[in-house]
């Protein structure tokens, strides 16, 4: 095998809210192909859009990245020396090369109003003209000759000035030859001295050493901008590697507003594990080789990867194979390890009831964690355990069969006298009830349920009695017979 050369990828949020499921999307990528070639994942922040920052969304990255396990080996609280990894932190940085632009000729100030703008706008709109964008009125001319013209602003920002002869195509190593769109002369620094997004990120991703651009698809109509800028600058083209937008199971794309699994937040919040989350955006990005491989591990997915298996068409986003991975995940855990997920779910949730004793829900868990899904579906199943007394359900109470007091006292006469470990119970409840009064199991076993869990349908019984232990197995079953 040739050997790779060492990747520098990054992914590059704005923190304008909570994180989209894609950061998380692209960081996988990111740090895959980063961890396959031996190279580095970079975290930079894109805060140049000033007015669309969110308090605490910077936090929340770094928080959900962590969480997933695909936090990054640069970025603005790990440092490294290619920093500051915000770019707001960088605002000097960009100058020098807007101005080198300007000097050469390859962009020019524009002091058109916004208003000016808007109009130009409907107008192209209304007579649907051929080609559309700004029609350079700026170009060429002093600020004093344009002052003199109407729809004029003091403070200028500066535009590219876009060539015919802009290159259109690039090659992306997912999707291999690539055409985009002809680019308008595109803003590149703001009327706040903010340079936009297109300057900030190609000046960055030069300076930070990426090799390999990994984002989101909506980006492919950017890339002539950018490839433009790369030139001008003389600095080398990065590889270009742009991911299928995620879509809802109705094949629209994926969004916050539709959808409330976009925000990466919400797997947590729902009780998902970030283990089968990581593994389910692995799946989203190529189908495996069989269904065999379907869980894998990053390390596999490291092992296996390849851009060429990236799947193109917008992958669809898939809750119930996502549920499917979480309960794989939940049975891999031991009970010690989750019963410490399940604590801290609850806790962070806000919904821990401090009655719970730690070291029953660890003997416990094991009961439930078959038919569990998600880190929430265990102690509703497990209640009865940490009740002081049983509220037998409506729907249980009428299920119970007309032998049900004789079931009773048979069960707790022997519940008293025999050692009370699962196996014990339920031969010597066996050996009394079904084969010396010749009830059927599903009669004979019914009534001791309802008594010990209020409900029809508990975790096992013989188990369940087992924790609950022999005195408080007795109070319950004489409570409920005592209704009777
Ligand atoms: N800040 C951009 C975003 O949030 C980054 C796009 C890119 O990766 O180039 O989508």
Request: proline share 7%.
């Amino acid at each position: 095998m040739t050997e790779l050369t060492p990747a520098r990828t990054r992914v590059a949020p704005s923190p304008t809210g909570d994180p989209h499921v894609g950061t998380a999307f692209m960081a996988l990528f990111d740090k895959a192909w980063a961890a396959k070639t031996g190279g580095s994942f970079v975290l930079r922040i894109e805060d140049t859009d000033q007015n669309r920052l969110v308090e605490g969304s910077e936090q929340q990255i770094h928080d959900t990245l962590a969480w997933l396990g695909l936090s990054p080996d640069e970025g603005p609280l790990e440092g490294g020396e290619f920093g500051p990894y915000r770019q707001s932190e960088r605002l000097e940085t960009y100058r020098p090369f807007v101005e080198r632009l300007i000097a050469d000729g390859h962009a020019y100030y524009c002091w058109c109003s916004p208003e000016r703008l808007a109009e130009l706008r409907k107008e192209q709109d209304a007579t649907k003209a051929a080609r559309t964008g700004y029609d350079r009125l700026c170009l060429g001319k002093t600020r004093e000759e344009r002052a003199k013209l109407p729809g004029f602003t003091e403070t200028p920002v500066v535009r590219m000035l876009v060539p015919d002869d802009a290159p259109l195509t690039f090659t992306d190593i997912i999707r291999g030859e690539v055409k985009a769109p002809f680019p308008d002369d595109q803003v590149i620094l703001k009327a706040d001295g903010f340079p936009t997004y297109h300057m900030a990120v190609v000046v960055d991703d030069h300076l930070m050493g990426i090799t390999t651009v990994v984002r989101g698809e909506e980006w492919i109509s950017s890339t002539p901008k950018h490839l433009l800028l790369y030139r001008w600058l003389g600095f080398p083209e990065p590889q270009y590697a742009h991911m299928p937008l995620l879509r809802n199971t109705d094949r629209s794309k994926i969004s916050k507003r539709r959808n409330p699994a976009a925000r990466l937040m919400w797997f947590r919040e729902q009780g998902y594990l970030p283990e089968a989350v990581r593994n389910f955006l692995q799946l989203l990005g190529y189908p495996p080789a069989d269904d065999d491989s379907e869980v894998a591990t990053f390390e596999e997915f490291v092992e296996n990867f390849s851009w060429d298996k990236v799947n193109t068409t917008g992958p669809v986003f898939d809750v119930k194979k996502l549920d499917w991975l979480n309960g794989h995940y939940i049975r891999a855990l031991g009970a010690d390890e989750l019963t410490e997920r399940i604590v801290a779910f609850h806790v962070e949730r806000g919904d821990w009831d401090s009655v719970i004793d730690i070291d029953v829900l660890r003997r416990a868990v094991p009961l439930v964690s078959e038919r569990m899904t998600l880190l929430g579906d265990a102690l509703p199943k497990l209640g009865f355990l940490f009740a002081d007394r049983v509220e037998v359900e409506e729907a249980a109470r009428a299920s119970l069969p007309g032998n049900a007091a004789e079931v009773l006292d048979a069960g707790i006469d022997v519940l008293e006298t025999m050692p009370f470990d699962a196996a014990s119970i339920q031969a010597g409840l066996r050996e009394k009830l079904v084969d010396g009064l010749g009830i059927k199991p599903k009669f004979a076993f019914g009534p001791l349920r309802v008594g010990l869990t209020g409900a029809k349908v508990s975790p096992p019984l013989f188990e369940s009695m087992e924790i609950l232990g022999r005195e408080e197995t007795l109070t319950r079953l004489r409570a409920l017979r005592e209704t009777l």
